[in-house]
């Protein structure tokens, strides 16, 4: 089944009804029997990796606890069935040992282009670079599209709210999204990043106000903020005026410094923060002359990390409930108790009791921003 089903969160709205009701006792009734899993879960191999599953079991009221994943793992680079095909592998993964939800990383599909430079100086492009950028744009995916399609029925079969990174083509341009989907096949929604980083505004487009939902689930509210667009307090602050509750932080960051951001913005917004990193080595990228790497003055081999991972799970309280992970790629997994929320909000509601809003406030402009606009259908005649 693929629809598009739960509307994005809004302080004048909140999508409930009768699908989510559905859901809510689907998800109680699968928290209940996941209550009786053992605390440590085996070693497992996928595509030839080891996968290390971390689990904290810290909660005694199952009916308020939920599962979640989030996946330490590369792009197979320019090829994006395969790279599908390595996601729904980890997505059942997660699933046998009973997550309900799994976070992807930044950019997974479509891949994030580590070292590259498209060919760019000030002034000029080279020929080679907008070669790169062809065979770049044609790993991205449409939205709504069959690879939409694919992860929507992903979701159902294993019955996991997915939360995929993907580098989306809109027309001829690129926007780095995250797509959000149901545990009943249905998709539900996108963010696109709306401040790419350095150079990736050489490559992404800009998202605007309308790409920055938080989606009530029967799992809690959950949305998303990508890589350094966490470093923007504004943007923070609209989440959490918009509820937010697991906050998923894809990312392309693996540096000492990410780890106390995500701790920070935990303990900032009371909701707990699952951030998701690809862990690569060189050769994860195509070989030399197709790829080259830039922008280091290490000698690369085919072992060299280039994406060190550090895929994290942090609580309301600020405590690390699993991870960091640098060691490779991993199925990092942790048990949210959802009544840490309340607990951590009784100290500290950043948009609630310990706000201000006499002294300061935000305007958040969440209107399309397009570039033409219309006053008939704009169709072709």
């Not at 089944?1 to 969160?9: D, H």
């Not at 009701?21 to 899993?37: A, D, N």
């Not at 995916?141 to 159902?156: C, F, N, W, Y």
């Not at 998303?224 to 307090?233: G, H, K, L, Q, S």
């Amino acid at each position: 089944m693929f629809c598009y089903a739960l509307s994005r969160i809004t302080n004048e709205n909140i999508c409930i009804g009768y699908h989510a009701l559905l859901l809510h006792l689907h998800i109680r009734s699968k928290v209940e029997s996941y209550s009786t899993l053992m605390a440590s879960v085996p070693t497992t191999k996928t595509d030839g990796a080891t996968v290390l599953t971390e689990v904290n079991m810290g909660s005694s009221d199952s009916s308020q606890t939920v599962r979640a994943t989030v996946v330490q793992a590369s792009t197979i680079f320019y090829d994006t069935p395969a790279t599908l095909d390595k996601a729904e592998r980890l997505v059942a993964e997660a699933a046998s040992h009973g997550s309900q939800l799994a976070v992807f990383p930044e950019a997974f599909l479509g891949g994030y282009p580590r070292g590259s430079n498209f060919g760019v100086t000030i002034g000029s492009r080279t020929l080679k670079g907008k070669e790169d950028y062809l065979k770049y744009q044609a790993a991205a995916i449409t939205v709504p599209g069959p690879e939409v399609d694919r992860l929507a029925a992903m979701a159902g079969k294993y019955k996991v709210f997915l939360v995929m990174g993907a580098v989306e083509r809109d027309g001829y341009t690129l926007y780095c999204s995250v797509l959000f989907f149901d545990n009943q096949g249905c998709y539900l929604g996108k963010h696109r990043k709306i401040m790419p980083t350095g150079m990736e505004r050489v490559i992404w487009g800009f998202g605007d106000g309308s790409n920055m939902p938080v989606f009530n689930t029967p799992l809690g509210k959950i949305g998303a903020v990508i890589c350094w667009e966490n470093r923007m307090p504004l943007l923070r602050t609209a989440m959490y005026a918009k509820g937010i509750e697991i906050y998923c932080a894809p990312t392309g960051e693996s540096r000492d410094f990410w780890q106390a951001s995500m701790r920070h913005i935990a303990l900032e917004g009371g909701c707990f923060v699952l951030s998701a990193n690809q862990f690569c080595r060189r050769k994860d990228f195509p070989p030399s002359p197709e790829y080259e790497f830039t922008g280091t003055d290490e000698e690369l081999t085919p072992e060299s990390v280039v994406s060190a991972g550090g895929s994290v799970i942090v609580s309301p309280s600020g405590a690390v409930l699993a991870g960091p992970n640098y060691d490779g790629e991993a199925l990092i997994t942790a048990d949210l108790d959802l009544g840490d929320i309340a607990r951590a909000k009784f100290d500290f509601d950043v948009v609630g009791h310990y706000a201000r809003p006499e002294v300061l406030s935000l305007i958040v402009r969440d209107e399309p921003a397009t570039p033409v606009s219309f006053t008939s259908d704009g169709s072709c005649k």
